[in-house]
């Protein structure tokens, strides 16, 4: 795939016009030619970073020892002034036992309550499984979720296991400016 088929400013959100040329390649592959433009305001937000955004994407990856209990183990505050749109998260457990397993909170509430086992009545608030062996791009699983300002989210762990296991957690979004029109779930 030939990557100057793209524009190189398209996750930008300092494009001063907000229209990014498009072009494509002649069929003798020697020049460009302009077959259009897209206006980044009307890109779908659970895919680029909307204009006045800034990405947000922490990480944590660490060794849970044994017997650790409701511990956090990543948190943030949204600012005053700004929302916090948080697209996909990812899950690293090289245990895949229940026993070892994040709960995520957002104002004292379970946040993705239908995410993971959430039909059965015993495992269900337990995210212990990902879909991949890291926390990279292929990882990823939709969130869809918007927070106000003030409001904070609590990555909690658990190893209720007799050894230490290797855990980790991702998100994925962005942080703007309350002055923005947000459209997705929120709490």
Known sequence: MDNNLYPKNIYSSEQSE????????TSGGS???EIGSVNIEQLPTHQYIPKGAKSFNPM????????TN????????????FSLVITHYAIFNNSRLPTAYFLPIVNESR???YHGFFTDPVLGQRLYLGTTN???ENAL?????VLGPNQKYEIKVF?????????????KGYILPNTHKVVAGGF
Not at 141 to 145: G, R, S
């Open 141 to 145: 699983i939709e969130a869809h979720t």
């Open 60 to 67: 944590r990856l660490g060794t849970v020892v044994a017997g």
């Open 111 to 113: 946040w993705l309550q």
């Open 31 to 33: 020049s460009k030619q």
């Open 18 to 25: 907000g229209i990014i040329p498009v072009s494509e390649q």
């Open 134 to 136: 890291d926390l990279g």
């Open 159 to 171: 190893n209720q296991q007799l050894v230490d296991v290797e855990m980790g957690f991702r998100l």
């Open 70 to 81: 409701d511990e956090v183990f990543l948190s943030y505050t949204v600012p005053e002034g």
